[in-house]
Every structure is written in C-alpha cells, then in structure tokens.
C-alpha cells in the first residue's frame, strides 16, 4: 500500500508538472513591427514562397495536383490534420487573418512562430514547424508578422485542437525558445542555402522518422509516410545520391522542377486514387531562382544516402 500510495503521488506529480509547470519557455516580448512596404512585401514572400506558413492556412484544392490555395482563403486556417493521417489527435490550422490575431499583440504572434505557445500560454502541437523557424533571423520573423497584419480579415471559425493522450500531457514538453541566427550573404550560396532549407523546413518532410522525430542519420534521404485519402505518398530522396536522390540533377534542372508549377490554374485535375502530393509546388515555384539554385547549392553539399522510394502507393 505505501509503495501504491508512493507511485500515485509520483505520477500525479510528473501530471501535474507537465499539464501546469510547463511550458516553460520566455514571456511574449514586448514590440511593435513597423508595418513598412519593404517588410510587408518581404513577409510575403517568406510566408507564401519559403516557409510557406500560407499553404497550411489556406484551404488547399485537393481536386488538383498538389492541392493549390483557394482563392479567398487566405490564411483563413481551418485545414485539419488527423489520426487517420498519422498526427497523435486533431489539430487544425488557426486563423492567421486580422479577424483572429487582431487581438494578439505583435510580441506574442512572435512567440508563437519561435517557440510554439500562443496568446494563452497553450503550447502549439508542432504541425507549424517552429522547432525551425525559431533558428531563423529575428528581422525575417518580424517581416512575416508585418505581413500577416496587412491580410485581408476573414472570419472562420476554426474548431480547437485536441492531442490524443498521452500527447495531451506531452505537447507542452515540445515549446522551445528561440536561437536566433543571422541570415548568410548570398555570396555564400551554401551557407545560404542551408538557411532557406530550414527556413522551410525540408527535412521535416524528406526525412524517415521515428515516434515523429527525424532519423538524423538518414536525414533528406526521403521516404516519409503521409496518409492520403487515396493512399500513401512517400517524400522523395533530395540527398545527392546520383541514382536514388537528385545527384544526377543540375541547378538548372532543378530550378525548373520548381518553376514547372508558376500557374495553378494548369495543374492537372486528380481523381481520389490518383497520385497526389502534399508539397505546396505552386508555392514554393514563386521562389526566386537565386535562392532555389542556393538551396540546391547546400543540398547538393550532403553527404548522399541511397533510398530508393516508392513515391505512391493507391489504396486497394
């Protein structure tokens, strides 16, 4: 009875511990972005063509290849992520308009992207990477906040999220401070291009992983599972392996793969068992080239990791 009584008193310490002790991470800083053209545009293009925060709160049109936005819902949020998809509950998007974060100040929309805890003090289930984002340049963070307060208001009412247990208790575990960096010259393509591919957190999805942490030792070689109505996709190999991943490729190839996706309008229609694709390709095709050939600079800098991958398999 002592040794019950003692592991009753344990556990409800570590619950309680990690459902109110936690997250333990810094309060929301205490600034004002200045609402600038410059930062207002260069938001933009850091939001819908590099971290690509627009792909997940927008609603995507899954009738098409590669799921382009939906005019008018921009950053409206809403897009669900569920068990049937691998995720450890149901988590939806938030609203990123005014008509949401009108009542955030701008210090905690940007704790939110570094570390993961909203206005609430409620950690965030790391669907938004910013276990990456948090690494990035203060100034790039401040831009993207100047653009989200410069969207069009749409009100949507998005349902709350909900972990399953035990990621309910754990997920406050998850928030980070964050370990800011300077952004590299573009003189120095590899070093910059290692920024913009954590910018956009590629290795999040062109990695194995386990319990939902990336293989570091496997890393860009690919092979991801993600649950789609019709099947499974399976992230492709961007390690310089010359036959299982792009070492075969050139920066101009490269690019082009990119830029093959400039008009949504032409993306092909897809039935439900058709091969689709997560990658947001109409948002990451409106990169500028210098920073595509960069990110090709430093993938290309790996060491390569021989997987071959099966990309899609349709459900029977």
């Given at each position: 009875m002592i040794v019950l009584a003692v592991l009753i008193?344990?556990?409800?310490?570590?619950?309680?511990?990690?459902?109110?002790?936690?997250?333990?991470?810094?309060?929301?800083?205490?600034?004002?972005?200045?609402?600038?053209?410059?930062?207002?545009?260069?938001?933009?293009?850091?939001?819908?063509?590099?971290?690509?925060?627009?792909?997940?709160?927008?609603?995507?049109?899954?009738?098409?290849?590669?799921?382009?936005?939906?005019?008018?819902?921009?950053g409206k949020g809403g897009e669900y992520f569920g068990p049937e998809m691998g995720f450890?509950?149901?988590?939806?998007?938030?609203?990123?308009?005014?008509?949401?974060?009108?009542?955030?100040?701008?210090?905690?929309?940007?704790?939110?992207?570094?570390?993961?805890?909203?206005?609430?003090?409620?950690?965030?289930?790391?669907?938004?990477?910013?276990?990456?984002?948090?690494?990035?340049?203060?100034?790039?963070?401040?831009?993207?906040?100047?653009?989200?307060?410069?969207?069009?208001?749409?009100?949507?009412?998005v349902p709350e999220s909900a972990p399953a247990f035990p990621m309910n208790l754990l997920i406050n575990t998850l928030a980070v401070n964050p370990a800011f960096t300077q952004k590299p010259s573009?003189?120095?393509?590899?070093?910059?291009?290692?920024?913009?591919?954590?910018?956009?957190?590629?290795?999040?999805?062109?990695?194995?992983?386990?319990?939902?942490?990336?293989?570091?030792?496997?890393?860009?070689?690919?092979g991801r599972e993600f649950e789609l109505p019709g099947g499974t996709l399976r992230s492709a190999n961007i390690t310089p392996d010359e036959a299982t991943g792009i070492g075969a490729w050139t920066d101009s190839v490269f690019v082009a793969r990119f830029k093959a996706y400039q008009h949504p309008e032409e993306l092909p229609k897809v039935g439900p068992t058709d091969f689709n694709t997560l990658m947001p390709w109409t948002m990451y095709a409106g990169m500028d080239t210098t920073d595509l050939v960069a990110m090709y600079a430093y993938l290309s800098s790996l060491s390569p990791i021989k997987n071959e991958v099966v990309k899609y398999t349709a459900r029977e």
């Open positions: 008193i344990v556990v409800a310490g570590a619950v309680c511990y990690l459902k109110f002790a936690l997250p333990n991470v810094d309060e929301a800083p205490d600034l004002t972005v200045e609402l600038t053209p410059e930062r207002i545009r260069h938001g933009e293009y850091l939001a819908n063509h590099v971290a690509a925060c627009m792909d997940c709160h927008s609603t995507r049109d899954w009738g098409r290849f590669s799921g382009p936005l939906v005019p008018g819902t921009l450890p509950g149901k988590f939806y998007s938030k609203n990123l308009t005014p008509a949401h974060l009108g009542s955030w100040t701008d210090g905690e929309i940007f704790r939110a992207i570094t570390s993961g805890v909203n206005k609430d003090g409620k950690t965030l289930f790391p669907v938004m990477p910013y276990s990456y984002y948090r690494k990035l340049d203060r100034k790039d963070i401040l831009d993207i906040i100047a653009y989200l307060r410069s969207l069009s208001p749409i009100e949507s009412k573009q003189d120095d393509p590899v070093a910059y291009g290692q920024y913009l591919v954590s910018a956009a957190a590629c290795m999040d999805c062109h990695s194995p992983v386990n319990k939902g942490q990336v293989i570091p030792e496997k890393a860009f070689s690919g």
